[in-house]
């Protein structure tokens, strides 16, 4: 009986001591209309609390964080935590009709989950249509108390978010596109922290984002690229930088003087202020993987500044070639997980679901009597197995399941393509019998803590690019990645399993692969798509149902009492 006793009084000891250091963080966004000047034109956008980016919230591991969102703007909306696991909190998600339905004009709903196991940086933004190109903000999540960073304690914490510009409403211009079925406009601008900074020749800039820094002090940088459909190489002039984390989990230190990030996707790096005092630009400009396609092709810039810099114009970092994807793929494969991180966890070496699915463009069928601006005169359209993904418009994926509707979604997602050719060859690119893609509502059914494999090819349908993927309520782990048709025999014995990176969002190759595995400890509906908002409307897309497991702890909860009513 002894032992007993002193097990459950060390076991009580413990979890005192782990809830003592939690808190309670609560805020209200407010969602509304701001008349907001870029590049010297004003425009009515959607924002939070009045700014771009909305307000960073920043919390510990282990806390608990409760946003009131009160929504009154003219648009439905929801609020993505993006990164977060939702365990147990699965109805604060926030995917339009995946996981919730809208909050309307002049409604609200409070997001109530917990920060788990995850340090780092993640982040939130708007997942209804294109408000995400104003709607979004940091999460910043810190070491709980007791525990501190795998590296060097910085001097200061800084977050830069890379954005997207459009002079004009964004939901306009997604709304013109998708009504004649055509590509949207690009962006006009690129951003740092809200600004385009000061390379915009049209333009004189009424502000520029500037860290101040001082001379041989560490600074642990937040990027996070919340642009919609742009991925970024991003610099700082004369400044060498180290990888420690990437979407809210630990890596081993990656030196490297260039960060390749695409949408969706957060690195945190340790800088140096190591130089001369002098001004320095931090530079962004498109990583455009896609050859032919048009893109702006400007650069976005914020200063890095030293005390008593004497130069009047910053010193411009030498940035990538637009089109390097040698460069780009250095940084995405070399990144290993920092296995001494205490929420790490050994890559699971059976598999129970073995997947390969392909992800790419394709068209759909115009309609009658409408003219379309795709190509053939069709719809653009995307799909993954050939599966272009409609979402329900009148209940969420995840109520459907709690409520057992049935004829929402059909669990048929196939776990191989339909047709087996040459996916990346570009010969293929405008083969009108492999452009056509169905408009399906079909997922994937796994069995609760089911290990996943699966493996992303990407297509040359259309055109070939980077696609990155985001899967919600989970990180996976990123087995290998390469160029070509995945081959099962020989690309498997290039599979890191013991210590690869784990993401939530991976840029798979432009004309290549990439082989994921996690395990679906979490049940209910998780969106996996495409993070170019260009291509989840157009079907880029599929949901994971994951089935309850047999302890309350692994079973989905029922829906808030305020949860939105379509």
Known sequence: MAPSRVFVVGFVLAFLSVTASAAIVETSFHVKNLTANRLCENHVITAVNGSIPGPTLRVKEGDTVIVHVFNKSPYNL????????????????????????????????????????????????AH???????VYG?????????????????????????????NANPIDVENAALAVGAAPANADAYTINGWPGDLFNSCRPSKIYKLDVVPGKTYLLK????????????????HNLTVVGEDAAYTNPFPTDVIVIGPGQTTDVLLTANQSPGLYYMAAHPYA???????????????????????????????????????????????????????WSPVPQTVDENMYVTIGLGLSVCGNNQTCQGIFGQRMSASMNNHSFAPPTSISLLEALFRNVSGVYTTDFPDQPPLVFDYVNVNNSFNQTLLMTPKLTSVKKLKFNATVQLVF????????????????????YVLAQGFGNYNPVNDSKKFNLVNPQERNTL???????????????????????CHLDVHLPWGLATAFVVENGGTPESTLPPPPADFPKC
């Not at 209804?128 to 104003?134: C, E, G, V």
């Not at 977050?159 to 997207?164: A, P, S, Y």
């Not at 070639?321 to 997980?337: E, V």
């Not at 004309?511 to 395990?519: D, L, N, T």
């Open 78 to 125: 929801t609020i993505h935590w993006h990164g977060v696991f939702q365990r147990q909190s699965q109805w604060a998600d926030g995917p339009e009709f995946i996981t919730q339905c809208p909050i309307r004009p002049g409604g609200n709903y409070t997001y109530r989950f917990h920060m788990i196991e995850q340090v780092g940086t993640l982040w939130w933004h």
């Open 128 to 134: 209804s249509k294109w408000l995400r190109a104003t």
């Open 289 to 343: 993987s896609a050859a032919g396609v048009p893109f702006n092709a400007n650069t976005t810039t914020a200063i890095l500044a030293y005390p008593n810099a004497t130069q009047t114009t910053p010193i411009l970092p030498v940035l990538p070639a637009f089109n390097d994807t040698p460069t780009a793929f250095a940084f995405s494969s070399n990144i290993t997980a920092l296995v001494t991180s205490p929420f």
């Open 223 to 238: 990027i996070i690229n919340a642009a919609l459909n742009t991925q970024f190489f991003f610099k700082i002039a004369n």
């Open 138 to 166: 940091a999460l910043v999540i810190r070491p709980r108390d007791g525990q501190k960073y795998p590296f060097v304690k910085p001097y200061r914490e800084d977050t830069i978010m890379l954005g997207e510009w459009w």
């Open 457 to 476: 090819q990407n297509t040359a349908l259309v055109g070939i690019e980077n696609h990155p993927m985001h899967l919600h309520g989970f990180n996976f």
């Open 507 to 529: 840029g798979v190759p432009v004309g290549g692969w990439a082989a994921i595995r996690f395990r679906a400890n979490n049940p209910g509906v998780w969106f996996i798509h």
